[in-house]
Antibody, heavy 122, light 107 residues
Framework: EVQLVESGGGLVQPGGSLRLSCTASGFTFSSYAMSWVRQAPGKGLEWVSSISGSGGTTYDADSVKGRFTISRDNSKNTLYLQMNSLRAVDTAVYYC???????????????WGQGTMVTVSS | DIQMTQSPSSVSASVGDRVTITCRASQGISSWLAWYQQKPGKAPKLLIYAAFSLQSGVPSRFSGSGSGTDFTLTISSLQPEDFATYYCQQTDSFPYTFGQGTKLEIK
């Protein structure tokens, strides 16, 4: 079955760290760029980070630059988001998402995980 | 950064109605525009990519049009399962940006 399953969310204090994981199955993981998108409670969607299939190229939103790091382990079919220096405004459901086409640019996201909740609060 | 502005923010309609949602980009994005549907507590679902291409498995009552800066999503005949929130997203350049969403409610 083609799917993405996120894990690693939870409650963390301001200034703390958390690492999210997204395990892929049912497709050739290394061929697809992957992304993280978040959604604060009651708010809209916000793109966070993207990474190429090889892992050699990454892009980050200004709101997380220098604090969050996207990475991937193609041998484990797993995408990661290392989140440091967390702030209350980072509280959101975090989704991982797959590009629609292998090794393509400017692509939409055709497969999403179920999301994992991150709450930053003291 | 490219700003995406959707209108309206919310719309009330009845089953069988035709509904159009618009999305405007702050600069030209060619046809690099996607539309997603999201229901409460669920992940977004891709409906349209490259402005007008229907994603596999999506009913043909959904259609997209536009290029450059102005885009539309049309639902030709609303079904009960279509009541949800809809987002546009530009994939022309990073940072990829979403519109603020349009909530489609039952009248």
């Amino acid at each position: 079955e083609v799917q993405l399953v996120e894990s690693g969310g939870g409650l963390v204090q301001p200034g703390g760290s958390l690492r999210l994981s997204c395990t892929a199955s049912g497709f050739t993981f290394s061929s697809y760029a992957m992304s993280w998108v978040r959604q604060a409670p009651g708010k809209g969607l916000e793109w966070v980070s993207s990474i190429s299939g090889s892992g050699g190229t990454t892009y980050d939103a200004d709101s997380v630059k220098g604090r969050f790091t996207i990475s991937r382990d193609n041998s484990k079919n797993t995408l990661y988001l290392q989140m440091n220096s967390l702030r209350a405004v980072d509280t959101a459901v975090y989704y991982c998402a797959k590009d629609r086409v292998a090794m393509a640019a400017n692509d939409a996201f055709d497969l999403w995980g179920q999301g994992t909740m991150v709450t930053v609060s003291s | 950064d490219i700003q995406m502005t959707q209108s309206p923010s919310s719309v009330s309609a009845s089953v069988g109605d035709r509904v159009t949602i618009t999305c405007r980009a702050s600069q030209g994005i060619s046809s690099w525009l996607a539309w997603y549907q999201q229901k409460p507590g669920k992940a977004p679902k891709l409906l349209i990519y490259a402005a007008f291409s229907l994603q596999s498995g999506v009913p043909s009552r959904f259609s997209g049009s536009g290029s450059g800066t102005d885009f539309t999503l049309t639902i030709s005949s609303l079904q009960p399962e279509d009541f949800a929130t809809y987002y546009c997203q530009q994939t022309d350049s990073f940072p990829y940006t979403f519109g603020q969403g349009t909530k489609l409610e039952i009248k």
